[in-house]
């Protein structure tokens, strides 16, 4: 599986190298990284390995940068280790990356390939450009099994999707937030598993909201018990249902409403989808 990141407005360089070297492991096929500056992305990738790439390269040397960066290592599933199967893809107003494996996207790909024209090989190219035309949270609703998906809208706001897979999110100070799909546990204790479902952050690296839509658990159970206020978002603290020190996120960061009414959010209606045939982001 590859790894992601994503690093809020001002968070420092070193410490984002740090949490990058930590999931390096066998995700070596590839390095990116993606940035807005001026209304534009700013992309940086190679088919080579992180650990090589900071030795040669002034990797993240833009950060602290005023808006968010996203980073991904890749583990090659579909296609050769080249460029142009290098994460982020830009794709209409997103930036895209994505971890894990999707089983459907040679159907897609199919179904796309009279209006799409493909760079490479991925399973992640053609799901970008699946969530271009339908939007996150149509797409979060569609995808049922296929990793972590993260789009950076060139608003500054980033959406991120789960569907399966790892992907950890640590409160900041200021309400900030950074995400991993995993986090060095000696320096990082107070994280959370993202929920299976869209989450939507502002250019500041503030949460704004998310919806959850499945709510089985690969191991564990769901987080019941009292959850105390960390100070930085509300997250929930260590609970011996998470042995690896992680609680469960709810509604707004939240201890989890007896009930339960945010699992039902009708705050959106199909008009968010869409917006001249290509999601609007807002």
């Not at 608003?155 to 991993?180: F, M, P, Q, R, Y």
């Not at 998470?242 to 509604?251: D, E, I, L, Q, T």
Request: glycine share 10%; net charge positive; aromatic share 12%.
């Amino acid at each position: 599986m590859c790894r992601i990141a994503a690093f809020p407005p001002n968070f420092p360089r070193l410490e984002a190298l740090e949490i990058l070297a930590n999931f390096e492991n066998k995700n070596t096929d590839g390095t990116g990284s993606v940035y807005l500056r001026d209304g534009k992305f700013i992309v940086d990738k190679w088919a080579k390995p992180f650990s090589s790439i900071i030795k040669n390269k002034p990797f993240l040397s833009h950060m602290p940068h005023n808006g968010w960066t996203i980073v991904h290592l890749r583990a090659a599933s579909h296609g050769d280790n080249r460029k142009e199967n290098t994460h982020p893809f830009i794709i209409g107003p997103w930036a895209f990356i994505h971890n894990g494996i999707w089983s459907e996207h040679n159907l897609v790909r199919l179904a796309l390939s009279k209006q799409v024209k493909m760079e490479g090989e991925t399973d992640s190219e053609v799901a970008g450009h699946f969530w271009n035309i339908i939007g996150p949270k149509k797409f979060s609703e569609t995808v049922d099994f296929g990793g972590v998906f993260m789009g950076l809208h060139a608003n500054g706001n980033l959406w991120v999707v789960k569907t399966s897979g790892d992907l950890e999110i640590k409160a900041l100070k200021h309400n900030k937030v950074v995400l991993a799909s995993e986090f060095d546990r000696q320096k990082y204790e107070q994280t959370i598993d993202a929920l299976h479902g869209w989450y939507q952050f502002n250019k500041d690296g503030e949460y704004l909201k998310h919806k959850e839509n499945k709510t089985s658990w690969g191991s564990g159970y769901p987080y019941r018990g009292s959850a105390a206020y960390t100070g930085g978002g509300g997250f929930g603290s260590r609970s011996s249902a998470f042995p690896r020190g992680k609680a469960r996120v709810v509604s707004g960061f939240s201890p989890l409403d007896h009930d339960e009414d945010w699992r039902n959010d009708r705050s959106f209606s199909n008009s968010d989808f869409m917006h001249g045939g290509v999601y609007s982001g807002d």
